[in-house]
């Protein structure tokens, strides 16, 4: 269906200023003379660390170690002779960390890391997803992410150039071009997606419902967001041979075809689990695919839980979801109420409101994907959870507005259920892990064969092959100095390689020369805290990042 174009955008990459708001519980510099720290903000239990010493380091030798520095032992942590230390008063974390890591009796030194219910991330902008609210996403993630599961999005492809991109995929398809690189070139696809795998609590962006899938793009629609039943069909059998659990189909035709219902049929003989949007037209007639016997079709609802004046009724509704009204700001919160996500438009990547069943769409599909994980296998058994545990609206009961009701995602989780996971192909690997259940070749403990298929499920292809550098350059030396306002920091890779500081407020900044010795400077301003990472890519594009720092002068 055509992507509706009612949307607003916000946090262009240049003037992201909520971006740069303090982030975590890390030690903030003083106010004074200029300084620059070289320590992660990670969120951690303060005055003690945690440390292992190498084996056969006598007893007497650790107490004085521990003397050194006035630690007390208080507990052995685990099985492996982890021990909890206290510190003084006046001893800083990261200071004994340091010390004891360069102490050649010691195995590992750490902080004691703080953990969190993923129902509290760090994405800055999650606090707009009203829509992960509304269906109660954020308590679902304590049960499951839905690691493990195989999404197949038939859109206008998925792109990886912004900053906060499914964390996972595997190798999909182009069926515009007849190539094997689904490279999104209209931004549609890229936002469905990303409803449903965005990365999530990595300090960037916003968040996904099922952050845990792996997303396997399948490109069906070209450049301006058309197909044709042809590729349409091609996608869905793909998708049913590759191994996706889900197929999330936010697109749609008034008009049914034997070729793509055919196309339907094969892959829920396969036990596919279809999703496809009702449209965008508020007629009384949806849209195929989503009119098929077995496809579940989703409505859209807005910021109230009313039907969104766009989206279409019927008697082939299932649910509605989240697609929001890009005309309204209901929560008052200053942005329309659209779906946030990251995508672009045109050559501007930056995090969009966009509205429409295309948006309603990815978040059932990836409420499936979760009860896929919890063992629910068949799209019977997602569709009866998801129908026991929805949110009735409208008349009571099934209505021709909002089917079965509001997906809840929370209730549909809550308590797990299915029949457990199933290893379909004996390859000793559960549905709830291996993302291909069907090819016993392929599972998370599989060795990769150079075939251009995802053997060990990690979402990369062909890692370790001979005919490619997958290594990423190695970041070390790192330092810092500041005169006035300029500050300069250096590193060195162990390979030639880019150069680049990302600041979470403002975007990258470097350069392409490849080079081992890295040195930036900048001017930046005064009484304020910048947070960023370093970057390195090697000339084959293997990148690799710092842990996050943060200057203030």
């Keep these: 269906m055509p992507v509706t174009k009612r949307f607003a955008y916000i946090l262009a990459p240049l003037a992201a200023v909520a971006a740069c708001e303090p982030q975590g519980t890390g030690d903030v510099p003083a106010e004074g003379s200029p300084s620059v720290a070289f320590e992660g903000n990670e969120d951690y239990v303060g005055a003690e660390v945690l440390a292992k010493y190498q084996d056969g380091v006598p007893v007497e030798d650790q107490e004085a170690l521990e003397a050194s520095f006035g630690l007390e032992a208080v507990e052995e942590v685990g099985a492996n002779g982890t021990i909890r230390l206290l510190l003084p008063d006046d001893l800083a974390v990261g200071e004994v960390v340091s010390a004891l890591r360069a102490d050649p009796r010691i195995l590992y030194a750490e902080p004691n890391y703080r953990t969190h219910s993923m129902g509290s991330v760090n994405d800055p902008y999650t606090s707009l997803q009203w829509n992960l609210d509304q269906i109660g996403v954020r308590s679902a993630w304590d049960v499951t992410t839905g690691a493990g599961v195989v999404v197949a999005v038939l859109d206008t492809g ?36 990303g409803t449903i795998a965005q990365a999530t609590d990595n300090g960037r962006g916003v968040s996904g419902v099922a952050p845990g899938v ?5 490109r069906v629609l070209d450049t301006y967001g058309s197909g044709s039943v042809t590729s349409i069909a091609n996608g869905i059998v793909y998708a049913a041979d590759h191994g996706a659990a889900v197929a999330n189909m936010s697109l749609g035709t008034y008009s049914g075809s034997s070729t793509l219902k055919s196309a339907v049929d094969y892959a829920l003989s396969k036990g596919v689990i279809l999703v496809a949007a009702a449209g965008n037209e508020y007629t009384d007639r949806i849209n195929y695919p989503a009119a098929y016997d077995g496809v579940i079709a989703v409505g859209a609802v807005r910021y109230d839980k009313t039907r969104a004046s766009y989206s279409n009724t019927g008697t082939a509704l299932d ?33 969009y409101f966009w509205d429409g069943t295309s948006m309603a ?22 569709y009866e959870r998801l129908k026991s545990t929805s949110i009735d609206l409208g008349s009571s009961g099934w209505d021709s507005s909002y089917g079965h009701g509001l997906i809840d ?5 809550a308590g797990g259920g299915g029949s457990g996971p199933t290893d379909a192909d004996g390859d000793g690997w559960s549905s709830s892990s291996d993302c291909d259940d069907g090819d016993g070749a392929i599972n998370p403990g599989a060795s990769e064969s150079c075939d251009g298929v995802d053997n060990d499920c990690d979402g990369d292809l062909d890692e370790g092959c001979s005919a490619a550098d ?62 960023f990472t370093l970057r390195s890519a090697d000339a084959s594009g293997n990148s690799a990042s710092s842990s996050r720092y943060y200057v203030r002068l």
């Design 409 to 413: 995602v929370a209730a549909a989780v």
């Design 470 to 531: 997958t290594t990423p350059p190695t970041i070390s030396g790192i330092s810092g100095s500041a005169s006035g306002r300029t500050v300069t920091l250096t590193w060195v890779t162990d390979e030639p390689a880019t150069t680049w500081v990302d600041f979470e407020c403002c975007g990258p900044y470097g350069d392409d020369g490849l080079t081992t010795t890295h040195v930036m400077t900048f001017t930046v301003s005064s009484n304020y805290t910048y947070y």
């Design 214 to 218: 792996s997303i396997m793009p399948i």
């Design 158 to 193: 998925l792109s990886q150039d912004g900053e906060d991109t499914p964390s996972s995929r595997v190798a999909g398809y182009d069926y515009i071009d007849y190539d094997s690189d689904p490279t999104d070139k209209n931004g549609h696809g890229t936002h469905v997606a």
């Design 361 to 382: 769409t990815p978040h059932l599909a990836a409420a499936a994907a979760l009860l896929v994980s919890q063992g629910y296998t068949t799209t019977s058994s997602v």
């Design 319 to 351: 649910f509605v979801a989240p697609g929001g009204d890009t005309g309204k700001d209901q929560n008052g919160d200053g942005y329309a109420d659209g779906v946030l996500q990251e995508t672009f438009e045109g050559n501007t990547w930056s995090y």
